[in-house]
T-cell receptor, first 116, second 115 residues
Framework: GAVVSQHPSWVICKSGTSVKIECRSL??????MFWYRQFPKQSLMLMAT?????????EQGVEKDKFLINHASLTLSTLTVTSAHPEDSSFYIC????????????FGPGTRLTVL | AQKITQTQPGMFVQEKEAVTLDCTYD???????LFWYKQPSSGEMIFLIY??????QNATEGRYSLNFQKARKSANLVISASQLGDSAMYFC????????????FGTGTRLQVTL
C-alpha cells in the first residue's frame, strides 16, 4: 500500500515552454501533497504544500507564478513549470500523506526535468 | 524553527555488518515525528521508519531500528546485517506540530556497503 506515482519520470523541453508534472496517490486518499526540488547531491527543498480543494502554500523564495500547483482531487496534484528556463532543470519529487491516518509521507519516484 | 543535522556525509560498511547513521534535531515543538528515508541512485525516496516523540519504545522495522534518545535530541538509524542493496543516500527528517505536516530534511548520508 501507500503508492505514489509521478508522470513523466523524465522530460526534456525547450526554454520558454511549460511542463506539467502529475503526482497521484494510487491506493490512498491524500489530504496533503508536497512538492520538492532536489539539486544533484543535495537534500530535498520543499517548494509548496497543497491541500485538496484549496490554494497551495508556497515556501519563501518560490515563485507562485512560475510553479503552478493544482490539487484537484484527493488523489491528484499537478505541478506546472511555466516558461521553463535552464535554471529550472532539476529533480522534482512529490509526496503525499493523509494526516487523518498517520504522519508518514510517501514519495513518488521523481521527475527529472531538463530544460535546453 | 526546526533543524535536522546529519554530520556524516559518507559512510562505509562491510556486508553483513551493522552500521549507525547519525541524526540530531532541534525543535521547540512539544510533539514531533522523526523519519528516515532511503534514496537509491534511481532517485525515489523510500520510507524506512518512523518514531513519534511520545513513543516509549524505539521503532523497529525489520533490519532497521531507530535509536531515539529524546534528551540528547538524537534519532540515529541502525541498519543490521548490511546488504549490498543498502548502498544509497539516507535522509533523516522531522515533522513538527502545526506545520501542516511539512518535513524538514537533513543533508543526508551516503552509505556504501562493501564486500
Amino acid at each position: 500500500g501507500a503508492v505514489v506515482s509521478q508522470h513523466p519520470s523524465w522530460v526534456i523541453c525547450k526554454s520558454g515552454t511549460s511542463v506539467k508534472i502529475e503526482c497521484r496517490s494510487l491506493d490512498f486518499q491524500a489530504t496533503t501533497m508536497f512538492w520538492y526540488r532536489q539539486f544533484p547531491k543535495q537534500s530535498l527543498m520543499l517548494m509548496a504544500t497543497s491541500n485538496e480543494g484549496s490554494k497551495a502554500t508556497y515556501e519563501q523564495g518560490v515563485e507562485k507564478d512560475k510553479f503552478l500547483i493544482n490539487h484537484a482531487s484527493l488523489t491528484l496534484s499537478t505541478l506546472t513549470v511555466t516558461s521553463a528556463h535552464p535554471e529550472d532543470s532539476s529533480f522534482y519529487i512529490c509526496s503525499a500523506g493523509n494526516n487523518r491516518v498517520s504522519d508518514t509521507q510517501y514519495f513518488g519516484p521523481g521527475t527529472r526535468l531538463t530544460v535546453l | 524553527a526546526q533543524k535536522i543535522t546529519q554530520t556524516q556525509p559518507g559512510m562505509f560498511v562491510q556486508e553483513k555488518e551493522a552500521v549507525t547513521l547519525d541524526c540530531t534535531y532541534d525543535t521547540s515543538d512539544p510533539s514531533y515525528g522523526l523519519f528516515w528515508y532511503k534514496q537509491p541512485s534511481s532517485g525515489e525516496m523510500i520510507f524506512l521508519i518512523y518514531q513519534g516523540s511520545y513513543d516509549q519504545q524505539n521503532a523497529t522495522e525489520g533490519r532497521y531500528s531507530l535509536n531515539f534518545q529524546k534528551a540528547r535530541k538524537s534519532a540515529n538509524l541502525v541498519i543490521s546485517a548490511s546488504q549490498l542493496g543498502d548502498s544509497a543516500m539516507y535522509f533523516c527528517a522531522m515533522r513538527g506540530t502545526g506545520t501542516a505536516s511539512k518535513l524538514t530534511f537533513g543533508t543526508g548520508t551516503r552509505l556504501q556497503v562493501t564486500l
